[in-house]
């Protein structure tokens, strides 16, 4: 695969407190400047079995300032792919030039087809699949948010040995494909602890899919409203979090996970001397839509 690694993933300590807490932040968001975090670890094994199989075309799914539709694009121009993003919101088509994301996903040469999101919930369903081969050709499919077996396979290579120390894993939460990879390498004495980006209990039984152990946990409390959604107290927290870590958190998953991290950390939820490894899984692309979004509620803007 004509596509590496370009930044070496390192830890960072972000606090030790009086009860002998300590939180690391792993940076898988400097894996590269555009596919980084759990997109690359998504992206890769599904990548090579479209090589495989002699794919020329990905196709997938994603919202108007969607990470993965950003990544797919990218790494499709870097390995000479051709890539269509089936895009939720048939409104979007005439402001592409307004939002960031698509704009740069098309620069990279994805080809946009836009639907309204009555048709996008159709986006898993045989018929829908099969006008979309009938309207672009024979192409290798991958999944809204990138999750699928491959793509767990791949985050299951985001621990090392060096994180065995660690007794609880948390990373962001969004269509599960990350957290079951996590759960997957995890060691029998690490607890791992998925923070929901969503509102709704659907994620426990899809991330069942694909792991076996019980060693994890969703909190719920920390979607902030739902998907996309966020309000001044979290944006306040991302930017005073930037002046003090210099580590900039995005709003829609790791803003939330590590509130939601260190609110646990104040109520006093981890035992003494408890050892926590945050995932940054990157998605920081989609500040630049935010605050798009942001200045026109006239709410402040993320640093």
Known sequence: MNFHLEHSVNQQVILSNNSGVTLCIKREDTIHPFVSGNKYRKL?????????????????????????????????????????????????????????????????????????????????????????????????????????????????????????????????????????????CSKPSQQVLGFPVLKGNFLQQDISKFVTKTNWELKTDYHFGGYAKINAKLITFINQFKKEYNILLDPVYTGKMMFGILDLIEKGYFPNGTKILAIHTGGLQGIAGMNAVLKRKNLPLIE
Do not use: W
Not at 69 to 84: D, E, Q, R
Not at 100 to 110: E, H, P, R, V, W
């Open 44 to 184: 890769k094994y599904n990548l090579l079995e479209a090589e495989k199989l002699g794919y020329k075309t990905l196709l997938t799914f994603g919202g108007a300032f969607s990470n993965h539709i950003a990544a797919v694009a990218s790494v499709g121009k870097l390995m000479g792919f051709k890539t269509i993003g089936v895009i939720r919101g048939d409104e979007l088509k005439a402001s592409i030039k307004d939002n960031a994301t698509l704009c740069f996903s098309q620069q990279c040469g994805m080809q946009f087809k836009f639907v309204s999101r009555e048709t996008y919930r159709e986006k898993e369903s045989e018929v829908f699949i099969e006008t979309l081969k009938a309207e672009f050709g024979d192409f290798y499919l991958i999944p809204e948010g990138g999750t699928n077996a491959l793509a767990v396979k791949g985050c299951e290579e985001i621990l090392t040995s060096e994180d065995d120390a660690f007794d609880y894993i948390c990373c962001a939460v969004g269509t599960g494909g990350t957290i079951s990879g996590l759960v997957n």
